[in-house]
């Protein structure tokens, strides 16, 4: 399967030429001649993110958006922070797989295989513990101490894309019907639409 795919656009300049530009996975591609060392650069992956949200986790993504020189490269990362007992909200990166290493405190993390089995593949990490979520699988994560902690992931994409479950399901915009979404999960639809009104 290819991830990484080339368009080529003719576009007219100020200077009326025709321009072509190269975009790869969706990222123009910088001319040689003008790339420069704040391309490779990123700063600020020490500092802890704020966590004070209804997840109690706070995402730090460095890919393609945030460090132009990954274009093409097929890598990205992440500094993920928790609250006591937050969670990484089940969602999945419909271009990469992830490894994640546990830095400070104990994670309870998950995956679930494709239908028709959508079996639960779980385990707790330790600092130091190293867990791969494969691409397009729904995961989370959780952080099962009193104390803060934090995890690095490595992403096999330099835009991995992410899905977080429930806000696709119940913040889509404009609403998945609420009869679509009764039926699917077997609820009552007043139960949909209190889910709908958080998101």
Known sequence: MVLCYAIFIG????ASKFVYAVFVNGVVCK???????DDFLFRGLHLMGNTHNDVG??????TVAELPGLNTLGISMARIDFAP????PPHTHPRATEILTVIEGRLLVG????????RLITQVLEKGDVFVFP???IHFQKNVGNGNALAIA???SQNPGVITIANAVFGSNPDIDVDVLAKAFQVDIKVVQ??????
């Open 154 to 156: 490595g992403l096999s």
């Open 57 to 62: 986790s706070n995402v730090t993504s460095v």
């Open 11 to 14: 576009v007219h300049n100020k």
């Open 135 to 137: 691409q397009g699988l």
């Open 31 to 37: 001319d040689a001649k003008l790339v420069k060392a």
């Open 85 to 88: 007992w937050g969670i990484n």
């Open 194 to 199: 209190q889910i709908q009104s958080k998101f």
């Open 111 to 118: 995956f679930v295989t494709s239908n028709p089995e959508n």
